[in-house]
């Protein structure tokens, strides 16, 4: 069965093409539903976190000074993922520091990216939030640990994803809900996707 990467990254800000920076990466390596392997790290890439950033994450500057580059980290990560596909939670945020990171370290992307909170619109249309704390309580997912940490909410994630997979197999009577199938189902209105995924089911 296919095997996914489960990326969360926390940052000095929100983009890269400002002079935000990676403070923190964690990837899970998911299969067939259960967490197979973890790669978690702070790093420091030279740049002072902002303390409104601080007080959302818990990351301080000091944990920063402490931690190792962010080129050794990233070069660590890159390896850890592999070729494997990529899912993330609002994943053209991590998307962009991934491409961003790799690209000071002269690497391309080859990774395929999935994003979860797309998905979770489409299959939880009436959800108050798509905001991965608010369905992972929506949806009485395990949660352990502070929001705002990359292994926590990469867990929080993998959660959310397995979940999302069940639903719409159970929904819909599909066999296979891999990564490709999700990231097509994330750029189909959610008005079709009823009828795209019914589709799926009849071929």
Known sequence: MQAVAVLDFETTGLSPAV????????????????????????????????????????????????????????????????????VAHNAGFDRRFWQAELGLLGFAMEQSFACAML????????A??????????????????????????????????????????ETYGLDRIDHALMARLQTISKMKVPTFLRSLADE
């Open 19 to 86: 002079g935000d920076r990676a403070t923190e990466i964690a990837v899970i390596l998911l299969r067939d539903g259960k967490i197979v392997d973890r790669f978690q790290s702070l790093m420091n890439a030279g740049r002072r976190i902002p303390s409104d950033v601080v007080a959302l994450t818990g990351i301080t500057n000091d944990m920063i000074a402490s931690a190792p580059p962010a080129s050794k980290v990233m070069s660590e990560a890159v390896k850890f993922v592999g070729k494997h596909p990529v």
């Open 119 to 126: 998905a979770a619109r489409r299959i939880y249309p009436h």
């Open 128 to 169: 108050q939030s798509h905001r991965l704390s608010s369905l992972a309580e929506m949806l009485r997912l395990p949660k352990s640990g502070r929001a705002h940490r990359a292994m926590v909410d990469a867990e929080m994630a993998c959660h959310l994803w397995c979940r999302l997979q069940r639903d719409i197999a």
